[in-house]
């Protein structure tokens, strides 16, 4: 059974940081494109950053350009989102999807991604 499964998410203060996993099981995630997705209660799912199977050239939201960072570790089969300077705006279930190969790319439509994890709730709070 192919999934994702997100870790890291917590509680912290704004101008914390937090850094989420997404570690894929059933399957290799070194081909696969692989995004993050948030969603706040009453707000439509959001794409937040997205990384190519190559790793070059990731995709990143206006609202996160220069606070967050997308990288993957292949021999893990993990994808990680380095969050720093949290604001409470970035307050949102975390989750994170993989589009296959052979055309896999990275998009913020979540029509596109096969394969979703649960989530990981990230808090940002005084």
């Known amino acids: 059974q192919l999934q994702l499964v997100e870790s890291g998410g917590d509680l912290v203060q704004p101008g914390g940081a937090l850094r989420l996993s997404c570690t894929a099981s059933?399957?290799?995630?070194?081909?696969?494109?692989i995004a993050w997705f948030r969603q706040a209660p009453g707000k439509e799912r959001e794409g937040v950053s997205c990384i190519g199977s190559s790793g070059g050239s990731p995709m990143y939201a206006d609202s996160v350009k220069g606070r967050f960072s997308i990288s993957r570790d292949n021999a893990k089969n993990t994808v990680y989102l380095q969050m720093n300077s949290l604001k409470p705006e970035d307050t949102a279930r975390y989750y994170c999807a993989g589009d296959r190969p052979p055309f896999a790319r990275c998009t913020f439509y979540p029509s596109q991604f096969d394969v979703w994890g649960q989530g990981t709730q990230v808090t940002v709070s005084s």
């Open positions: 059933g399957f290799t995630l070194d081909r696969y494109a």
